[in-house]
């Protein structure tokens, strides 16, 4: 489960973010700065974050696709 938060929003709130991760070990929850309730995910930083998320075997510990 992926969670973006903007660290301005309170949707979800910081408590509910840390909850959320409580209660689901797979849940990640990444803040993102400057922004509030819609992160925009085309900058490259947000990219990179989704994207490592999308690569990321929770099981195994290791990203899904690995470079030659």
């Known amino acids: ?3 973006l938060r903007g660290v301005h929003s309170d949707l979800p709130s910081f408590d509910l973010s ?6 689901n ?5 990444f803040p993102s700065s400057n922004c509030r309730h819609v992160l925009p ?3 490259p ?3 990179e ?3 490592s998320w999308l690569l990321y075997d ?3 510990g290791r990203a899904l ?3 030659s």
């Open 18 to 23: 840390a909850e959320m991760r409580k209660r």
């Open 49 to 51: 974050m989704v994207a």
């Open 58 to 60: 929770a099981r195994s």
């Open 25 to 29: 070990w797979v849940a990640n929850v």
């Open 65 to 67: 696709l690995f470079e």
């Open 45 to 47: 930083d947000r990219i």
């Open 1 to 3: 489960m992926l969670v």
């Open 41 to 43: 995910l085309m900058a």
